[in-house]
């Protein structure tokens, strides 16, 4: 058994001051104060002594980072980039697509399902693969964003168990445009596999959502991207989004997809409970700027933002900056934005277990210096630093 100590610790529901959190076998066997709870003798003690230990973050979306895409990369650049978002607070995440060709998706999703596979056996130590994000193919040709017109599908049952079947089950979300034909049907059987539903890169219009909604979506896309704009007499599906207490929104906190003053808006109408960080982060996040591939699409970056002919094309964005930003931007304390990347995107994702320290748990956390900084995160109880 080996026990962490820091000034404060967030669950990240709960504050507990002067905490102690005690590990074994890769997972939490308890958390509590030291004035409560003593380390076992002769086990070792880490003290990070004015830092907060949190939940280790869950990136719900994300195409990559150190010139690795999770659509082309090999094992060996996988295991690379999951070091480098652990070194940024992420011990989960969802590696997610973009749309290409049938051929090439279907390779990329058994080549994913056998890098989460491998992930449930390893002993920790970087961050760690727990489902398939499905951006694509069933999006709206009028918000497809970067998304290859050619390479777009209507939904359909068939389609979508080609994917499923490639990917072994392993599909843990999905992006969908819920006003395309076919759309409810498949909403409520991607709902009846477990799969989030997510809408985005959607033209619909406030009917055509609450539709969605009904069939079964419970969570909406990088959130005022690539979404039909709000309108006063006719609100869309972002009138549906800020208003609807069911359904969860994430988004891009890079002060380039969204505005800061937006960012906060999205945080006032969600509240603490439904609002969701993601990075939408590419493989040139972590690199200098220059050329980077998204799947099959080549992206030019420059001063951190991320374009392919004039469209913004993912990010560069680290978790934690994510997480330093929205307290700036929005004015959440840390515990909130903590929140934000940590069990509302496991909640959202339909996996309870994650996004939290507690007893029985996995031993994911995250110590964050006073200012927000990551000074280790530490995935099945292996510190990385």
Known sequence: MASFTSKVLYTPLQRINDAIVSVENGSVVSVASRNEVQAAPNKPVTDFGDCAIVPGFFDVHMHGGVNCDVMRGTASEMKQLETFLARHGVTSYFPTTVTASLDVTLSALERLADAIEAAEKNGGGRAQPLGIHLEGPFLSHAKRGVHPPDDLLQPSLGAFDKLWQAARGHVRMITIAPELDGAEELISEASRRGVCVSLGHSDADLEQTRRGIRAGARHATHTFNAM???????????????????????????????????????????GIEKFVLITDAISATGMPDGRYMLGTLEVEVKDGRCVRNGTLAGSALTMDRAVRNVMQFA??????????????????????????????????????????????TVVKGVVIQ
Do not use: C, W, Y
Not at 242 to 251: E, F, R
Not at 351 to 363: F, L, S, V
């Open 228 to 270: 039909r704009p709000l309108d006063h007499r006719a609100p869309g599906i972002l009138g549906e989004v800020l208003t609807n207490k069911q359904l969860s929104a994430d988004v891009i906190a890079d002060g380039i997809h969204v505005d800061r003053a937006v960012v906060d808006l999205l945080f006032r109408a969600k």
């Open 331 to 376: 004015g959440l304390d840390l515990q909130q934005a903590v929140r934000a990347a940590s069990i509302n995107p496991a909640q959202a994702a339909g996996m309870p277990k994650k996004g939290k320290i507690e007893p029985g748990g996995n031993a994911d956390f995250v110590v964050l210096t006073p200012d927000g900084e990551i000074r280790a």
